[in-house]
């Protein structure tokens, strides 16, 4: 990764989530706001509820959004998870 990638990261990582993953899940409509988000974004910061990961582990949520979005998962820590477009 260069230095701006790595800035990019840490810049996103400090500031709150971008989308809460709610109790419905990884739903289509979920999945579609992500994609929107990261034609915005180069980095997102997605944070999990508790209630969902009943159903999944957040790194098996966080793997599932990044197959649907065809995106990258960079990192997941607790209940949050930093995706970003494709080759970042």
């Given at each position: 990764m260069r230095k701006g990638?790595?800035?990019v990261?840490?810049?996103?990582?400090s500031k709150s989530a971008t989308l809460i993953l709610g109790r419905s899940g990884v739903t289509d409509e979920f999945v579609e706001e992500?994609?929107?988000?990261?034609k915005r974004k180069r980095v997102i910061k997605i944070r999990?509820?508790?209630?969902v990961l009943s159903k999944k582990s957040i790194?098996?949520?966080g793997s599932d959004i990044?197959?649907?979005t065809k995106s990258r998962l960079l990192e997941i820590r607790?209940?949050?998870?930093?995706l970003s477009r494709g080759h970042f």
């Open positions: 990638d790595i800035d990261i840490n810049e996103v990582r992500v994609k929107k988000q990261l999990a509820l508790k209630s790194s098996e949520l990044a197959m649907r607790g209940y949050t998870l930093l």
